[in-house]
């Protein structure tokens, strides 16, 4: 039973479109995180949500949008895809904060 | 402005010798330390974490230890096994945050 789960786990799309991934997490989590892993493996936060409510927006561009239905989804919608925009970005959860990060497998975007 | 930074990009060891992993932080803020394993095409998987009022935790094969005067932790493998070959990441978050600051990764590899 996957605890954290991504769709899709590739994105192959051109510059210009709108895409989004879905995150969905079955462990009973409060708050769920966006990560992006750039081509130089660094792994670096985007969003977090904590029951719903955005609380951390780290200088990510507002062609991302976040959107948190209930506590167990967190999905991203990426506008106007840019070339830049390729990595593989990762959800994950977690029971409060600090508290350990339960990863999702990736989803790996590619713009072209 | 790296805050977490892991200098060894990679590391070889035999199997069954210890392997010592180390991460340097900048920020006295930081009081809550994780380490993750991460195979290929998988999202990163929790190892060990440290509060900062410990300067050790030990489960089973991987121990970590964290001197906060030299703003350094470590992780520590032992005995080390081929399956323990992938990238470890260390991970920093500073109080009273849900942000965590990750490394930039140091792949190990272990030679059967």
């Known amino acids: 039973d996957t605890a954290v789960s991504q769709t899709p786990k590739y994105l192959v799309t051109q510059m210009g479109n709108d895409k989004s991934i879905k995150c969905e997490q079955n462990l009973g989590h409060d708050t769920m995180y966006?990560?992006?892993?750039?081509?130089?493996?660094?792994?670096k936060i985007m969003f977090?949500?904590?029951n719903k409510e955005l609380i951390i927006n780290e200088t990510v561009p507002n062609r991302f949008s976040p959107k948190s239905p209930d506590k167990a989804h967190l999905n991203l919608h990426i506008n106007s895809l840019e070339l830049g925009d390729s990595a593989v970005y990762f959800c994950a959860s977690s029971q409060g904060a600090?508290?350990?990060?339960?990863?999702?497998?990736?989803?790996?975007?590619?713009?072209? | 402005?790296?805050?977490?930074?892991?200098?060894?990009?990679?590391l070889s060891v035999q199997e069954g010798r210890i392997s010592i992993l180390n991460c340097d932080?900048?920020?006295s803020m930081f009081d809550y330390f994780l380490w993750y394993k991460k195979?290929?095409?998988?999202?990163?998987?929790?190892?060990?974490?440290?509060?900062s009022i410990k300067d050790k935790n030990e489960d089973g094969r991987f121990?970590?230890?964290?001197?906060?005067?030299?703003k350094h932790l470590s992780?520590?493998?032992?005995?080390?096994?081929?399956?323990?070959?992938?990238?470890?990441?260390?991970?920093?978050?500073?109080?009273?945050?849900?942000?965590?600051?990750?490394?930039?990764?140091?792949?190990?590899?272990?030679?059967?």
């Open chain 1, 34 to 43: 966006w990560y992006k892993q750039d081509s130089k493996k660094f792994l």
């Open chain 1, 48 to 50: 977090s949500y904590n």
């Open chain 1, 98 to 112: 600090p508290n350990t990060q339960y990863f999702g497998p990736g989803t790996r975007l590619t713009v072209l």
């Open chain 2, 1 to 10: 402005d790296q805050q977490v930074k892991q200098n060894s990009p990679s």
């Open chain 2, 25 to 27: 932080y900048t920020n």
């Open chain 2, 39 to 51: 195979y290929p095409a998988e999202g990163p998987t929790f190892l060990i974490s440290i509060s």
């Open chain 2, 63 to 70: 121990t970590v230890f964290l001197n906060k005067s030299a």
């Open chain 2, 75 to 112: 992780l520590h493998i032992v005995p080390s096994q081929p399956g323990d070959s992938a990238v470890y990441f260390c991970a920093a978050s500073p109080s009273g945050t849900y942000k965590y600051i990750f490394g930039t990764g140091t792949r190990l590899k272990v030679l059967a």
